[in-house]
């Protein structure tokens, strides 16, 4: 069981998600390792762009032309016409509720934040963040997902999670628009 980087499960659905909506414009918060970004390109349109914020990281190794990495703060996103964004970087509310304010997103962008699961109590006896009889990896990501359902109910929540295995879990939020 991986605790840190996006676990394969979550890459599987981020994928299905993307392959199935098509967005050229998207914008990853958290590079880290590079796991993740190496996933979303695998699946991408030849025409989509992939932009990653990450401040704790110097560069990336990725060469890919569909690909650009910023060593900035996901505060400081500043792309257009957002289709497809996955929030991994900060786990902290306020850093997130400032991001999200400042993004410009498509009418039918998708939001895929990690890390909102809660794992049962028999499964990690840690200590740590218990709510919800539970325990939360990183419980921020859980509360901005409550604050955008309270100030933001145009956007439709589907949470992605599990009680019978250690997973961190992904909510996917898309506003609700009519056809």
Request: charged content about 25%; overall charge negative.
């Amino acid at each position: 069981m991986e605790l840190g980087p996006i676990q394969e499960q979550d890459v599987l659905l981020l994928q299905a998600v993307i392959k199935m909506t098509c967005p050229l414009n998207l914008v990853e918060l958290g590079y880290l390792n590079g796991y993740s970004t190496k996933k979303i390109l695998e699946v991408m349109r030849p025409d989509a762009k992939l932009t990653s914020y990450d401040s704790t990281v110097t560069g990336s190794p990725i060469i890919d032309d569909r690909f650009t990495f910023k060593n900035q703060s996901q505060t400081e996103v500043n792309e257009k016409d957002i289709d497809f964004i996955f929030f991994d970087a900060s786990h902290d509310l306020n850093i997130n509720i400032e991001t999200w304010n400042n993004l410009n997103l498509k009418d039918n962008a998708i939001i895929a934040i990690h890390d909102t699961g809660l794992w049962d109590k028999m499964l990690m006896d840690t200590g740590g963040h218990w709510i919800d009889n539970g325990y939360a990896h990183r419980p921020d990501e859980r509360a901005f997902v409550t604050w955008v359902k309270e100030n933001h109910p145009e956007y439709q929540v589907i949470n992605f999670h599990t009680l019978k295995e250690t997973r961190h879990g992904i909510t996917l939020l898309q506003k609700y628009v009519i056809m």
